[in-house]
């Protein structure tokens, strides 16, 4: 077993609440597919986070959410804007794009963000068969660089898109340290800031596997159900997925290991700056840490400690953090940062 990294969230265990959850609903038989009373219980939770009005549709991955959740907004003739570092147009191996058809318009961001004056540059050809149409623009929050949108940026986004009759969709990987960092509801940044449909993340903070996908305005799910079995998201025993939700939502599970990441991530932060030959590339603001460190030591660290290197060109590195993140972990780090500077 390696011990714990800076890699990613996603190498991180599973909280012990969540894996006891689904132990207790290994009992017996029920209805499978979703309509099951831990599954109804769980959509329940959802409701509170998000208000009545909503859909929810439990998938297997993120990938599958960014999917299904473009795939129910669009037509193969669209066009999806999102920003250059997005999920959906680097890590996703072109999955949006083949099961939606669509065609992604990567716009050059600032940090991972992407505002209303970059997007209205293709926010053209109305009409005009020729040009795929514009139909949803897509936004990361928290963004792949750990920069996280305020409401405001997201209303005025939202805004743009809906003025043109464009769809807004947030990619929620890391929804719960952006909630933590805006000190927030899901709802204040989400449904009231006018995105039309979110992935919902929890693996990065706990879960094991699944994500939902939420739709603000049940009249853009009215196909979905049918979308999410041919794009082979449809999980048979969806209390294994649901139950999780149980004490994600009950207990503030979630405010907690995406608060106790954040910390860690701004504890070291704090820490690297106090060292000379590393170079911070921005201001943390959720759970990673972005440095431009000399390229001879790179291996080495990732030997003591595994972790990405983000942009190899300038020797930018990526460092995340996670609800198992221990502060020695931390200062161990950065003593050995120390040493082979």
Not at 10 to 37: C, F, I, R, W
Not at 115 to 135: C, D, R, S
Request: proline share 3%; net charge negative; charged share 20%.
């Amino acid at each position: 077993m390696m011990k714990r990294g800076f890699a990613s969230d996603n190498n991180a265990g599973v909280l012990p609440e969540v894996l006891k959850a689904m132990e207790s609903v290994n009992q017996g038989h029920t209805v499978g597919y979703g309509d099951d009373p831990v599954t109804i219980e769980a959509i329940e939770l959802f409701k509170k986070e998000f208000g009545e009005d909503i859909d929810v549709y439990f998938v297997f991955n993120g990938t599958g959410a960014n999917v299904l959740g473009l795939s129910t907004l669009t037509q193969s003739y669209n066009s999806v804007i999102c920003a250059d570092t997005s999920h959906i147009q680097v890590d996703e191996c072109g999955a949006p794009e083949r099961f939606t058809g669509c065609k992604l318009l990567p716009v050059k961001s600032e940090k991972g963000k992407i505002t209303p004056e970059q997007i209205e540059q293709y926010l053209h050809g109305f009409g005009f068969e020729h040009h795929a149409q514009p139909g949803v623009i897509s936004i990361s929050q928290v963004t792949e660089l750990g920069t996280v949108y305020s409401v405001e940026e997201i209303k005025a986004i939202a805004g743009l898109a809906h003025s043109h009759g464009l769809y807004l969709h947030m990619d929620g990987a890391r929804i719960a340290n952006a909630a933590v960092a805006l000190d927030l509801p899901f709802k204040a940044f989400t449904k009231e800031a006018g995105i039309d449909v979110l992935s919902f993340g929890g693996t990065k903070n706990g879960l094991m596997m699944g994500e939902a996908v939420i739709f603000f305005n049940p009249e853009l799910s009215k196909n979905a159900k049918y979308i999410r079995k041919q794009s082979m998201q449809l999980f048979s025993k969806m209390r294994f997925v649901s139950a999780q939700f149980l004490p994600y939502f009950k207990n503030g599970l979630w405010k907690k290991s995406a608060t106790h990441a954040n910390q860690m991530a701004l504890l070291l932060e704090k820490e690297v700056l106090k060292i000379k030959g590393v170079k911070l590339t921005q201001k943390t603001e959720a759970n990673g840490v972005f440095a431009i460190i000399p390229q001879k030591i790179i291996e080495k660290l990732q030997q003591e400690y595994f972790f990405y290197v983000w942009d190899a060109n300038r020797s930018e590195v990526r460092w995340m953090t996670s609800f198992d993140t221990t502060e020695e972990d931390v200062y161990d780090f950065v003593r050995i940062l120390k040493s082979l500077l």
